[in-house]
Structure formats: structure tokens, C-alpha cells
Nanobody, 124 residues
Framework: QVQLVEAGGGLVQPGGSLNLSCVYR????????MGWYRRAPGQQRELVAT???????VYEDFVKGRFAISRDNAAKTGYLRMNSLSPEDTAVYFC??????????????????WGQGTQVTVSS
């Protein structure tokens, strides 16, 4: 019933930027939060950034100062702006939607709805 569609991935040179988006379709939610994750080849999925239902961003240390997460409630869209990209950022990036929020979210779980992922490749 809920479909998430990521976009904005691609090939970029080191030091470049990309802007990812995640649109959810099919349902309307009064309360929602979104997280961005990534999975590099041969690696476990890792959390990148989250944004609360109130629009408060939280970043993992390895992206602080480089990435910016935001949301547009009217457009039902979450964004991840990535700057100063390096080859270590190469991964498939996934968005995750959480609804029915009554308290703190455990972002370490596989709960919620997931997008298909968008490939980000940083290479010279």
C-alpha cells in the first residue's frame, strides 16, 4: 500500500555533490519520520541520517558537515543532500519511512517501509 521511490543517484567525481529524494505514494500519514541508510559492497547496512516528524535532523558522525537531510511534508518527500563526496561514500542508498510514531524510533531495526534504493558511485 505504501510505495517509496528514491531518485538522484548516479556517478560523481570525488568532491562532488548529489541530491537524493524519496517520495512516498499511496497513503497519507499525519505523522512520519524518515531515515536514510546505505549499503556498500560487502558491507552491512548502515544508518546515514534521520529526520524526525518535527523536522529535526540527526547525522551519523561520518557525514556530519557534509550531508543535509530535509523534508517537505506537502510533497511527501524526504531529501538527502550529499556534499564533498568521496569513494568511501559509494553505496546503494535507501530511504525508510516510519509512521504511527508515539515515541522514540529505533533506527537499528528493519521496521517501516523501504524504497528500492538508488546507486551512488563516487569515482574519478
Amino acid at each position: 500500500q505504501v510505495q517509496l521511490v528514491e531518485a538522484g543517484g548516479g556517478l560523481v567525481q570525488p568532491g562532488g555533490s548529489l541530491n537524493l529524494s524519496c517520495v512516498y505514494r499511496g497513503s497519507a500519514f499525519s505523522l512520519w519520520a524518515m531515515g536514510w541508510y546505505r549499503r556498500a559492497p560487502g558491507q552491512q547496512r548502515e544508518l546515514v541520517a534521520t529526520i524526525t516528524r518535527g523536522g529535526y535532523p540527526v547525522y551519523e558522525d561520518f557525514v556530519k558537515g557534509r550531508f543535509a537531510i530535509s523534508r517537505d511534508n506537502a510533497a511527501k518527500t524526504g531529501y538527502l543532500r550529499m556534499n564533498s563526496l568521496s569513494p568511501e561514500d559509494t553505496a546503494v542508498y535507501f530511504c525508510n519511512l516510519r509512521t504511527g510514531i508515539f515515541g522514540n524510533i529505533d533506527w537499528a531495526t528493519d521496521a517501516g517501509s523501504w524504497g528500492q534504493g538508488t546507486q551512488v558511485t563516487v569515482s574519478s
